[in-house]
């Protein structure tokens, strides 16, 4: 079935030059030629930075196991319309068996994303290109140990004979750390419109999610927070906000437009989109077509969903929750009618203006309804059943399937709502209450009176919602084992930790099966 093809091959990313503008335009040049024929330690990293790429973007594995896992994301069974064997169903319910085929792909994609930047230091790449594949193999480790807490290493590329040893916890934790520390000055500034460059200020985001996470990696049931890694956090965001570089956009959205690499002053790091059949995957697209029904433009694959009590986090003013944005490419939305954010009621043709109808029958109004369960049986509510999401603003500039939107890993706001988080972690909840309203009033919300770590964890819902972060925030703020709506709650704590997938328990004898797996 279409909703079971994940999205793996890979995106040409990122090569590494120290300049802006005329290196810049060549560097965007060699990227869109993916020519990697020839093994140089430059055409590799490109391999590099496109093997992370294609397991996030549009409906990929790690997004998968990261969004519908929680409480914002929901992809019901329609009929037998996404059913895949309930694969779909038992993310959300919390009830993967040890071989789910999108949690085994996503690790195996982000261990093939560690192959591919060690092999970039056995061909003598220069300080920069090495520092930048050590970079992209911390940040595919960091999310191994998110996932699985156990992160197979090779250093060695050479004997095969040995079975990559294991890193677990606070010990993969802190060889990340120390990673990201060695490279840090040889990396480049970087930049909002050289974000697809790995930079200094992305390794501190990486090394800001590493402290704030650092107590989670250590006990997940019952994390704690040292008043030490709370004031890394915050010494890391103010180097970032003291660079003067970044800002929050006017415009919420211009961080997922399809010119979101010239437009958008939120950038820090971002995976690469040129548009062009070139780059190798059709991903971003996808990110449309999962949610949008086949009577849209463009017609999609009418699927994943968010939760009303999800969506009614946001108030009517919040601009976060959807409005009518103009940007290069886009229709011309006579009316102005909800183009990007949440769709919520009568859906219109773009074009035209006119309402559009559903499919089946042909006489309903095409109508997306707060109401909707994991298995939709009602014939009147298939096709409407839930608000959907659309984050980046579909590029309707560009033919075909590839589309030029770039996909956004770390961006200012979260190093601000990280900042106010460690703030209040350790005490400070006035200090971190005017950061969390500065980002409201660019967002047109009302100011909040105070702020604690609920208020916190639903700020960083209404930020960052549909950008893999949810599972993570939930299980760092305590919340991820709860009952959510259609959700109940979970029997033990075995969830809290991906099942290792047998595959690899079979060629490496360094790693065990997760607890409540066997």
Same mark, same amino acid.
């Given at each position: 079935?279409?909703?079971?093809?994940?999205?793996?091959?890979?995106?040409? #990313?990122?090569?590494?030059?120290?300049?802006?503008?005329?290196?810049?335009?060549?560097?965007?040049?060699?990227?869109?030629?993916?020519?990697?024929?020839?093994?140089?330690?430059?055409?590799?990293? #490109?391999?590099?930075?496109?093997?992370?790429?294609?397991?996030?973007? +549009? =409906?990929?594995?790690?997004?998968?196991?990261?969004?519908?896992?929680?409480?914002?994301?929901?992809?019901?069974?329609?009929?037998?319309?996404?059913?895949?064997?309930?694969?779909?169903?038992?993310?959300?319910?919390?009830?993967?068996?040890?071989?789910?085929?999108?949690?085994?792909?996503?690790?195996?994609?982000?261990?093939?994303?560690?192959?591919?930047?060690?092999?970039?230091?056995?061909?003598?790449?220069?300080?920069?290109?090495?520092?930048?594949?050590?970079?992209?193999?911390?940040?595919?480790?960091?999310?191994?140990?998110?996932?699985?807490?156990?992160?197979?290493?090779?250093?060695?590329?050479?004997?095969?004979?040995?079975?990559?040893?294991?890193?677990?916890?606070?010990?993969?934790?802190?060889?990340?750390?120390?990673?990201?520390?060695?490279?840090?000055?040889?990396?480049?500034?970087?930049?909002?419109?050289?974000?697809?460059?790995?930079?200094?200020?992305?390794?501190?985001?990486?090394?800001?999610?590493?402290?704030? =996470?650092?107590?989670?990696?250590?006990? !997940?049931?019952?994390?704690?927070?040292?008043?030490?890694?709370?004031?890394?956090?915050?010494?890391?965001?103010?180097?970032?906000?003291?660079?003067?570089?970044?800002?929050?956009?006017?415009?919420?959205?211009?961080?997922?437009?399809?010119?979101?690499?010239?437009?958008?002053?939120?950038?820090?790091?971002?995976?690469?989109?040129?548009?062009?059949?070139?780059?190798?995957?059709?991903?971003?697209? +996808?990110?449309?077509?999962? #949610?949008?029904?086949?009577?849209?433009?463009?017609?999609?694959? =009418?699927?994943?969903?968010?939760?009303?009590?999800?969506?009614?986090?946001?108030?009517?003013?919040?601009?976060?929750?959807?409005?009518?944005?103009?940007?290069?490419?886009?229709?011309?939305?006579?009316?102005? !009618?909800?183009?990007?954010?949440?769709?919520?009621?009568?859906?219109?043709?773009?074009?035209?203006?006119?309402?559009?109808?559903?499919?089946?029958?042909?006489?309903?109004?095409? #109508?997306?309804?707060?109401?909707?369960?994991?298995?939709?049986?009602?014939?009147?509510?298939?096709?409407?059943?839930?608000?959907?999401?659309?984050?980046?603003?579909?590029?309707?500039?560009?033919?075909?399937?590839?589309?030029?939107?770039?996909?956004?890993?770390? *961006?200012?706001?979260?190093?601000?709502?990280?900042?106010?988080?460690?703030?209040? !972690?350790?005490?400070?909840?006035?200090?971190?209450?005017?950061?969390?309203?500065?980002? !409201?009033?660019? *967002?047109?919300?009302?100011?909040?009176?105070?702020?604690?770590?609920?208020?916190?964890?639903?700020?960083?819902? *209404?930020?960052?919602?549909?950008?893999?972060?949810? *599972?993570?925030?939930?299980?760092?703020?305590?919340?991820?084992?709860?009952?959510?709506?259609?959700?109940?709650?979970?029997?033990?704590?075995?969830?809290?930790?991906?099942?290792?997938?047998?595959?690899?328990?079979?060629?490496?004898?360094?790693?065990?099966?997760?607890?409540?797996?066997?």
């Amino acid at each position: 079935m279409k909703h079971n093809k994940i999205l793996l091959s890979f995106l040409v #990313v990122a090569l590494v030059f120290i300049s802006c503008t005329k290196l810049n335009e060549r560097y965007r040049s060699e990227l869109a030629q993916g020519n990697t024929a020839s093994i140089t330690p430059a055409e590799l990293l #490109v391999s590099a930075y496109s093997s992370i790429q294609g397991t996030f973007q +549009g =409906n990929g594995n790690l997004i998968s196991a990261a969004q519908v896992t929680s409480d914002e994301t929901i992809v019901p069974t329609r009929a037998g319309d996404w059913d895949d064997n309930g694969l779909w169903r038992s993310l959300f319910l919390h009830t993967w068996n040890a071989d789910h085929s999108f949690l085994s792909g996503a690790f195996s994609s982000l261990l093939g994303a560690q192959f591919a930047a060690s092999n970039v230091l056995q061909f003598s790449p220069s300080p920069q290109q090495a520092a930048e594949a050590r970079f992209i193999r911390a940040l595919s480790m960091f999310w191994v140990l998110d996932g699985w807490d156990q992160v197979p290493y090779r250093e060695d590329l050479v004997d095969y004979k040995l079975a990559p040893k294991t890193l677990k916890g606070t010990e993969a934790a802190d060889f990340i750390i120390s990673e990201l520390n060695a490279i840090m000055n040889t990396l480049p500034d970087g930049s909002p419109t050289s974000a697809y460059v790995a930079s200094k200020d992305a390794a501190r985001v990486l090394l800001m999610k590493m402290y704030l =996470n650092k107590g989670v990696f250590a006990n !997940r049931a019952a994390p704690t927070f040292a008043a030490a890694d709370m004031t890394q956090v915050i010494t890391l965001a103010d180097q970032i906000i003291g660079s003067n570089k970044y800002a929050l956009n006017d415009n919420f959205f211009d961080a997922f437009a399809p010119d979101n690499d010239v437009k958008s002053k939120e950038s820090i790091f971002s995976l690469l989109n040129t548009g062009t059949s070139a780059r190798g995957s059709d991903a971003m697209r +996808g990110f449309q077509y999962m #949610v949008n029904h086949y009577n849209m433009n463009p017609g999609g694959w =009418n699927g994943w969903s968010t939760l009303s009590d999800f969506y009614d986090k946001f108030e009517a003013t919040d601009t976060r929750r959807g409005v009518a944005y103009s940007y290069p490419g886009s229709l011309p939305n006579p009316g102005n !009618r909800v183009n990007v954010g949440f769709l919520e009621g009568q859906q219109y043709n773009l074009t035209t203006g006119d309402p559009l109808n559903a499919r089946n029958p042909a006489s309903a109004p095409l #109508v997306f309804t707060k109401a909707v369960k994991i298995r939709e049986t009602d014939p009147n509510t298939l096709e409407l059943a839930g608000v959907r999401a659309v984050k980046y603003a579909f590029d309707y500039g560009t033919s075909g399937d590839f589309k030029k939107n770039d996909y956004i890993m770390f *961006r200012y706001a979260d190093v601000l709502l990280m900042k106010a988080e460690a703030m209040a !972690r350790s005490g400070n909840t006035a200090g971190a209450l005017p950061i969390v309203n500065s980002i !409201r009033a660019k *967002r047109g919300a009302t100011a909040l009176a105070s702020v604690d770590l609920n208020a916190l964890l639903d700020e960083r819902g *209404r930020e960052l919602y549909w950008e893999s972060w949810r *599972r993570q925030d939930l299980i760092r703020f305590g919340k991820y084992l709860l009952a959510w709506q259609e959700k109940p709650a979970d029997a033990g704590t075995r969830n809290l930790l991906f099942p290792i997938p047998s595959s690899q328990l079979a060629v490496n004898p360094n790693l065990t099966q997760n607890p409540g797996y066997n």
